[in-house]
């Protein structure tokens, strides 16, 4: 396994992001289980015990599960850093809503289909979108064969470049393309320096 060095504020932004999902989870969790109360407060004498223990078991385990997915926070638990090889790449046209583009910020007519094969042969798949702009075009920026580094936490995959190449250098946080000898993304200003240990 290749070691990976990922800048501080990277991480910082990480752990940032889990902080805002634990207090998306609680604040959720409030309102389900006032719900709950609600709802059985209210309705507690019509309902016959049997059903009664049963609709709270049900309650109370979406009241958990609906907010905990919600969250967001169980990306969290089944990400992992890795580094692999582009072994697939497929683009695809969509026609994307009008509320789709403005969810996500944009978003051109194109989501490029990555697989990814880590150094423990395990496969990944990850969907870009292409945000529309000419310069700052997300999608397209992989292709097969490249070496790419996914970061813990991290949207976009950054494809990793022999330093002689002159390539420009895709930021795992918002995946726009900045100069190659740029140290900082041109676009969310954080730190480009991914540094992945050579095989
Ligand atoms: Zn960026």
Do not use: W
């Amino acid at each position: 396994m290749r070691k990976i060095t990922v800048p501080e504020e990277i991480e910082k932004k990480v752990k940032k992001d889990i902080g805002g999902c634990v207090v998306k989870l609680i604040v959720y969790l409030i309102i389900a289980a006032a719900a709950i109360y609600i709802f059985f407060s209210s309705s507690g004498e019509m309902l016959d015990f049997k059903i009664k223990v049963v609709s709270i078991i049900i309650a109370v385990l979406l009241g958990i599960g609906l907010p905990y997915y919600f969250s967001g926070l169980h990306l969290y638990f089944t990400d992992k850093s890795y580094v692999g090889r582009i072994i697939e790449v497929d683009v695809k046209d969509v026609k994307i809503s009008k509320t789709f583009r403005e969810r996500k910020r944009e978003a051109g007519d194109s989501i490029q289909y990555v697989m990814v094969e880590d150094d423990d042969k395990k496969l990944h798949t990850c969907e870009i979108y292409d945000d529309g702009r000419i310069y700052s075009s997300r999608a397209r920026n992989y292709n097969l064969g490249d070496t790419v580094v996914h970061i813990y936490g991290c949207e976009y995959l950054r494809p990793m470049h022999h330093p002689d190449l002159e390539k420009p250098q895709v930021c795992v946080v918002c995946g726009f393309k900045s100069d190659p000898h740029a140290e900082k993304c041109f676009e969310c200003g954080r730190s480009l320096d991914v540094r992945v240990e050579e095989k």
